[in-house]
């Protein structure tokens, strides 16, 4: 437990005030050198008795220990002198604080870290900004994140610019809010609201921040300073209350009608359980504490409870995914050239379908006017028709008014000829999959675009040598592959080809961002990054239905490991052509590791073609809500009879964790190959891709980092042993054994000397 100055920890019941804003039982061996300590703040004492203390630490303010040593001495300073009457807190570079450094979290597990930090958090922000007699009065611009915005509830009123931005989103990374966020929230805007912003990490604007108590007053931004220092003056002569947001209760419910809202939130955080520690699930224990025992026995229960967080494995997994997605950007041979990005004003899109449209609703969305080409009058306005769909659900669900709806939707300009292209700066073709049309697609553009202009295929399969063979022009040829629906989905396959210049291929990153996707660079090969890696997954589970396992039984095990839908499920939602068509391209690209089930065709046949025929492997009698369907027991019998494969010609018996390695390790070894072959430049890409093209779960880290948490060893050995038992289907491949036999993680970075030197390692 953290003590304070005189050494005892201090009662549940004291309020912040009489808490002490001396230094606790400070060790000299905990001070920083007076260089570091002063590194990251700046003071100024004004004439009229306010002290300015600045957090300046490019480019967001970020939190770390350091800064809170340097806030620890600069308050310790305007509190010791006699002239300072007030304090205002603001940050620097337009920014409050975007929270605490993230990258300093995977250092707390080191012996006493966690430990002083949480000495330093209470000390400074419990202490000496919330329990001192002189006022501070928060200035806040831009953004207060996380720790950012705890720090700003500390002090004693918060006054804010228009449109900046406050939030905890401490849950989104596995961890709870840690500097007394769960106590301070609520008694500033209620138990419901602070509920509703911390389970699902939501950033509010300050105006409702304003209307909610959790700032008081929001002013222009040249008037931000002189409001915050006149009101702190005007706390220091008590013409306004000093308001420690620790002893607050009137914002609080009454216990009976709290406990029912803390029931609510723990039934929701129930609904949402991860992998080892809940923290959802944690947090609404400490909030609980609080309410019931104080802020005081609050806090000391979130000090453990933070721990315990960030020890789990779910933290672990989720920091790496934060941290993966902001590397996607990071190409070996492309960012680091000092290439700038050029503005691509105008898009054009091939194609008005259900990619088309989404592709189209994406870039308006975002402010990029769009062209869209269609071959004929029927066809055009239908696409039109899919992208005022899109836009009218926003509307719908209040996330856009009808003037920005009507502004948005100017921006599109449907065309049957091409003679609009010629002041494109970027061309993306979503055809259907057929390569003589994409192929005469791309003919005619060259004869049309400037030769500035990108060149760009939407396919999710198609080698883009073959859709670009009749492109002179190949350095500005590049696949641009959406998920669908396109406006919805965040992850952008950039696909490259050999030729493929780096230019382009920064200009598109630049895209993806501006159009708000996670864009990650991929080499060119049948499928590419994600559906190559994950072509597997359906043929995995085709494999253990003919062995006789339960089709609702596998699906059910795959979404309780965290996927949205088991492959079933998901088959029916895309429709089989589709499935049946990229099928078709692995058996042809990869013949020696592809299950040939008969399933799929034998559906197709009967026309139960996924949900658009309210038939497939589930029945849907209401819009989309699916049921088992014992009609499909005819053909899983007849499947097992042809695929031949069932041992004795009885269903095996499998446990979820059994059926989830037989789904999932096929996959990881495809992982292997697309990481052998340098399809992706880095694992972590693969991670990202995995979480957000294919649903797998980010508490899981994705899906090579939760390979490695099981060991490389462990997935070898149980793929040799289902090989044998059920073929080529399960072997291993080079990379995967390697890092068994060696002790290595997949994710390591691979040598082109260690490997058989029949390993291909030139894609990229």
Known sequence: ???????????????????????????????????????????????????????????????????????????????????????????????????????????????????????????????????????????????????????????????????????????????????????????????????????????????????????????????????????????????????????????????????????????????????????????????????????????????????????????????????????????????????????????????????????????????????????????????????????????????????????????????????????????????IENPPLKQQIFGDLEKFCSSNCILASNTSTIDLNVIGQHVKTKDRLAGAHFFSPAHVMPLFEIIRTETTSPQVLVDLLEFGKRIKKVPIVVGNCAGFAVNRTFFPYTQAALLLVDLGVDVYQIDNAITAFGMPMGPFRLSDLVGFEVGAASGSTYIQAYPDRVYKSTLFPMLIQDKRLGERTRKGFYAYDDGRKARPDPELQKYLEKSRIIGGIMPDNKPIELSDKAIVEMTFFPVVNEACRVLEERVVSKASDLDIASVMGMGFPSYRGGLVFWADSLGASYIATRLKELSKCYGDFFKPCSWLNHCASNGLKLSSPINQGILDQSSTLSRL
């Not at 480019?59 to 006699?82: H, M, W």
């Not at 000495?119 to 996380?146: N, R, Y």
């Open 1 to 431: 437990m953290t003590l304070l100055r005189d050494q005892r920890p201090p009662s549940l019941e004291t309020p912040a005030h009489q808490l002490s804003y001396e230094p606790c039982f400070l060790a000299t061996a905990m001070e920083l050198p007076h260089t570091v300590q002063k590194e990251f703040v700046e003071v100024q004492v004004f004439p009229d008795g306010v002290a300015l203390i600045t957090i300046s630490r490019p480019p967001v303010n970020a939190l770390s220990l350091p800064v809170f040593y340097c806030l620890r001495n600069a308050y310790k300073e305007v509190l010791g002198r006699d002239e300072v009457k007030a304090i205002v807190l603001t940050g620097d570079n337009g920014k409050f604080s975007g929270g605490f450094d993230i990258n300093s979290l995977q250092g707390f597990n080191e012996k006493g870290v966690l430990s002083e930090l949480a000495f330093i958090s209470l000390d400074l922000q419990t202490a000496m900004i919330e329990g001192a007699d002189k006022p501070s009065v928060a200035a806040i611009k831009g953004v207060a994140l996380g720790g950012g915005l705890e720090l700003a509830m500390c002090c004693h009123a918060r006054v804010a610019v228009p449109k900046a931005h406050l939030a905890l989103p401490e849950l989104e990374l596995g961890i709870i809010p840690g500097g007394g966020g769960t106590q301070r929230l609520p008694r500033l805007v209620g138990l419901t609201k602070a509920l509703d912003m911390i389970m699902t990490s939501r950033q509010i604007s300050s105006e409702e921040a304003l209307e909610s108590g959790l700032i008081d007053a929001v002013v222009p931004d040249e008037e931000l300073l002189p409001t915050a220092r006149s009101w702190a003056l005007d706390i220091a002569s008590c013409r306004r209350p000093l308001i420690r947001s620790l002893d607050r209760t009137d914002k609080l419910e009454q216990f009976g009608e709290a406990w029912k809202i803390l029931k609510l939130a723990r039934e929701r955080a129930a609904r949402t359980a991860y992998n080892d520690v809940n923290n959802a699930q944690v947090c609404v224990d400490v909030i609980e504490e609080g309410i019931f025992s104080g802020g005081i026995a609050g806090i000391m229960k979130e000090e453990q409870a933070f721990k315990r967080c960030l020890n789990s494995n779910t933290a672990k997994s989720l920091i790496h995914v934060f941290f993966a997605q902001r590397a996607t950007g990071k190409v070996q041979g492309v960012s680091d050239l000092g290439l700038m990005p050029r503005s691509l004003r105008k898009v054009g899109v091939i194609g008005g379908g259900l990619m088309g449209s989404g592709i189209a609703t994406a870039c308006i969305l975002s402010g990029i006017p769009v062209v869209m080409k269609e071959v004929n009058a029927v066809f055009l306005q239908a696409g039109l028709d899919r992208v005022k769909a899109n836009l009218e659900s926003r509307l719908r669900k209040g996330r856009m008014t009808r003037e920005k709806f009507d502004k948005t939707l100017a921006l599109i300009e449907v065309v049957l000829d091409y003679e609009q292209f010629r002041n494109v700066d970027l061309v993306i073709e979503a055809v």
